[in-house]
Nanobody
Framework: QVQLVESGGGLVQAGGSLRLSCAASGRTFSSYDMGWFRQVPRKEREFVGA????????YYADSVKGRFTISRENAKNTVYLQMNSLKPEDTATYYC????????????????????WGQGTQVTVSS
């Protein structure tokens, strides 16, 4: 079992920055990959990016590449999503997720690959 709790969401102006955190507990944090997703009402959840268990590899959606950065501190059981140059279209509820059964070199972007999810944190970008 893995429990995930996101924090750091809020209201920011376009062009600004926010850093989301996701604190994990339960299973050994350094043993699994992590992902970030986002969702707006009446739309499917969208992949944002992922990071492997050690933090040595990341993978991003084209929509955020160059603006968002995922990192992790295994000693603190925490993964981060640094969001820069925010746009109004980045407004969404952001979720972190754990892929505890990966067994693959490649980072997953599909929702079904992730086994545990946080409750989400709202990010609103005003124009």
């Amino acid at each position: 079992q893995v429990q995930l709790v996101e924090s750091g969401g809020g209201l920011v102006q376009a062009g600004g920055s926010l850093r989301l955190s996701c604190a994990a507990s339960g299973r050994t944090f350094s043993s699994y990959d992590m992902g970030w997703f986002r969702q707006v009402p009446r739309k499917e959840r969208e992949f944002v990016g992922a990071i492997n268990w050690s933090g040595s590899r990341t993978y991003y959606a084209d929509s955020v590449k160059g603006r968002f950065t995922i990192s992790r501190e295994n000693a603190k059981n925490t993964v981060y999503l640094q969001m820069n140059s925010l746009k109004p279209e980045d407004t969404a509820t952001y979720y972190c997720a754990a892929d505890v059964n990966s067994g693959s070199y490649y980072l997953a972007r599909a929702e079904y690959a992730y086994d545990y999810w946080g409750q989400g944190t709202q990010v609103t970008v005003s124009s």
